[in-house]
């Protein structure tokens, strides 16, 4: 049980290039989000998906693409790289929606993809 | 938006006790979560708050008062791999996890 894996670990982009993030997860979780974590801004949500098929923004969405045609994987692509977006990239799943209460889902999260573009 | 506030960093000795506070708005809570994360590496679930009190788990307990809209985590008998980042992480009304900046402890021998 690997959990929730990312590739590529590390990458350097020049402007312009396009690239995607792959987040697979063998724990048969229904969401799936992605994450981006820049110093002195905590982490924040970019895109997120409820199932197979569906996806919807986050935060902030601006400047990339998901899919989720597969349930156990989840693509972040950058279509036209901008050096704004260097940061640290991190993919979750959880079973259900963390809505609160008494028994929320945890999220667990991946390695992380640590992103440079120059 | 739904302002989360931690302390940036913290040091304090092997042995000891620390204690890293959160504080949010009150509007629309729904649950508060830390989060452990060790640098270079994924967070990591620590606990969960929905009512108010301690909850306690091992050398970790995490304390809310949802009327103060404050919660802290109360670390003891520190180790060295204690060092890393404490996120606090809150859920507003049916949303998702709104994470604050994250607190960076530092361990001293």
């Known amino acids: 049980n690997a959990g929730v894996t990312q590739t590529p670990k590390f990458r350097v982009l020049k402007t312009g290039q396009s690239m995607t993030l792959l987040c697979a997860q063998d724990?048969?979780?229904?969401?799936m989000y992605w994450y981006r974590q820049d110093p002195g801004m905590g982490l924040r949500l970019i895109h997120y998906?409820?199932?197979?098929?569906?996806?919807a923004k986050g935060e902030v969405p601006d400047g990339y693409n998901v899919s989720r045609l597969k349930k156990q994987n989840f693509l972040l692509g950058l279509e036209s790289a901008a050096p704004s977006q260097t940061s640290v990239y991190f993919c979750?799943?959880?079973?259900?929606?963390?809505?609160?209460?008494?028994?929320?889902?945890?999220?667990?999260f991946g390695p992380g993809t640590r992103l440079t573009v120059l | 938006g739904q302002n989360i506030d931690q302390p940036t960093e913290m040091t304090a000795t092997e042995g000891a006790i620390v204690q890293i506070n959160c504080t949010y708005q009150t509007s629309g809570f729904n649950g508060l979560f830390w989060y452990q994360q060790h640098a270079g590496e994924a967070p990591t679930f620590l606990s969960y708050n929905v009512l108010d009190g301690l909850e306690e788990k091992g050398r970790f307990s995490s304390f809310l008062s949802r009327s103060k809209g404050y919660s802290y985590l109360l670390l003891k008998e520190l180790q060295m791999k204690d060092s890393a980042s404490y996120l606090c992480?809150?859920?507003?009304?049916?949303?998702?996890?709104?994470f604050g900046t994250g607190t960076r402890l530092t361990i001293i021998p």
């Open positions: 998906s409820v199932g197979e098929g569906t996806t």
């Open positions: 979750a799943s959880s079973y259900s929606m963390v809505a609160g209460g008494l028994s929320p889902d945890t999220q667990y």
């Open positions: 724990m048969n979780h229904e969401y």
């Open positions: 992480a809150v859920i507003f009304g049916n949303e998702k996890l709104t």
